[in-house]
């Protein structure tokens, strides 16, 4: 193995600093996965996902479980920016087990909104919420206001989507809520009158 612990995927970065990058020079993996973030930033998605996939084929000769799993969560990024939701899905799902494997909670999470997304996408609304709710709970144990409120206004925009306009309006209500304990009063007052206003609509 090129690297025995796996690094959190927002650690992608600074893989093309310092002696990553000479290396890089000189590993094709690296290159490539290099050239797909290239591309990626370009919104060359067709060629970026070439790029990563390719890398992903240099990371599992190798052995290098983090170079997989970032391979993997890339790809799966130029899929979802390419509607191949399903594809994207299966290759966040990689990378999500060797996460899991590592103990990298950080990057379950972030992996977890990207699937979420992509079930959004498809249509499948219970995946969708079985991850959102989960990402809530996460929040909640490590008493993170700020990502609870993210997450909970995806879910109410779900619920609005779906036609469920009352769990949309009590879930903008506890978002309120949230606003109201933190003395956000104007941000409070915002969601209680989308409440509202999902609550005249139905």
């Known amino acids: ?79 979802l920016a390419r509607d191949e939701y399903a594809m994207a899905i299966a290759n966040f799902k990689r990378a999500y087990a060797i996460c899991e494997k590592e103990d990298d909670s950080f990057s379950q999470l972030a992996l977890n909104k990207k699937m979420a997304a992509a079930y959004r996408k498809l249509g499948d609304h219970e995946k969708a919420f079985e991850l959102l709710y989960d990402m809530l709970e996460h929040y909640r144990l490590t008493q993170n206001p700020k990502g609870a409120v993210e997450i909970l206004i995806v879910i109410a925009e779900i619920y609005n989507e779906v036609g469920d306009r009352g769990k949309a309006a009590d879930t903008y209500r506890s978002v309120a809520s949230i606003h109201a304990r933190f003395k956000h009063s104007r941000l409070a007052e915002e969601f209680n009158q989308r409440a509202a206003a999902l609550e005249l609509a139905q």
């Open 1 to 79: 193995m090129v690297n025995d612990n796996i690094k959190p995927l927002s650690s992608i970065v600074p893989m093309a600093q310092g002696k990553a990058n000479d290396a890089s020079e000189t590993d094709p993996a690296r290159k490539d996965y290099l050239e797909g973030r290239r591309l990626f930033g370009e919104k060359e998605y067709a060629q970026a996902a070439q790029a990563f996939h390719n890398a992903l084929m240099g990371f599992e000769e190798q052995g290098d479980e983090q170079g997989i799993a970032n391979a993997s969560d890339r790809l799966g990024d130029a899929c």
